[in-house]
């Protein structure tokens, strides 16, 4: 049972799997009930030692969240529709159906392909550097585009190709979204990405001053992707303010 348990590890740890529940929480909140809501905390506290993957019972469910079975079911039922997860069925040694596991499921369109590979190793960026990207330079970033922004994926928001258009290549919008994307991977924040679009609006506009300025001596993608890591590094440590249960933080030892 184990062994099956690890081939339907559906993240690759415990990070990736929080940024998906909270993903789908942050869309769907709203509309859930109070007692789907509790169902889907417990699933997702159960399913951390092997990340996406829950083998906890209906019955255990039912115990730990104080909620009827039908409550339980429907609400499994629910997040099933939605695409949140899916039951598969455990086979006993002696070939008769077990239990279902229940298996939280990675976003079927990734909304942002940078993700795929948030689990590799990065380095730590402590100046205003990243990896290397393609050097933009703005005085001919007006010129004519090759092909439209209408051409670029659709989870890069609108808001951000709209402010970026004017200053950069197709080419390199796509490569600043992706500056976002590695920033914000690197913080443990509250929401999806596209919350903090003005807070993303704000650090481009501010690197555009510079670039204008001549302070900017690397590649403006660099710094753009620097400014954006201490952008979330603020907006994190605003919401553990923010938060009442972090009340006694530990800022010294903060990661």
């Not at 590695?182 to 919350?195: C, E, I, S």
């Amino acid at each position: 049972m184990l062994q099956e348990i690890r081939q339907l590890q559906s993240f690759p740890n415990k990070n990736s799997l929080d940024l998906r529940v909270r993903a789908f929480l942050y869309h769907h909140k709203a509309t859930l009930s109070s007692g789907a809501l509790h169902v889907l905390k417990f699933i997702w506290r159960h399913s951390v030692k092997f990340p996406g993957v829950s083998f906890a019972k209906i019955e255990t469910i039912m115990e730990k969240t104080s909620r009827s079975r039908s409550t339980v079911i429907r609400a499994i039922n629910l997040f099933v529709a939605k695409g949140l997860m899916k039951r598969v069925p455990a086979v006993r040694p002696n070939g008769k159906r077990g239990v279902n596991f229940l298996v939280i499921l990675p976003q079927e369109t990734d909304p942002c392909p940078w993700e795929k590979d948030a689990e590799s190793d990065q380095p730590e960026v402590n100046t205003m550097e990243q990896a290397p990207v393609q050097k933009t330079d703005i005085k001919k970033a007006a010129s004519k585009q090759v092909m439209d922004t209408d051409y670029l994926p659709a989870f890069i928001p609108k808001a951000f190709i709209e402010l970026t258009k004017p200053y950069l290549q197709i080419t390199d919008i796509y490569a600043a979204w992706g500056s976002v994307a590695r920033a914000y991977r690197q913080m443990k924040l509250n929401y999806p990405v596209d919350h903090y679009i003005d807070v993303i609006n704000k650090t481009f506009k501010q690197a555009i001053f510079l670039q204008k300025q001549g302070a900017i001596k690397k590649t403006f993608l660099g710094y753009f992707y620097g400014g954006m890591k201490n952008s979330f590094t603020q907006v994190g440590r605003k919401e553990i303010m923010d938060d009442p249960s972090n009340l006694y933080y530990d800022w010294l030892h903060e990661s």
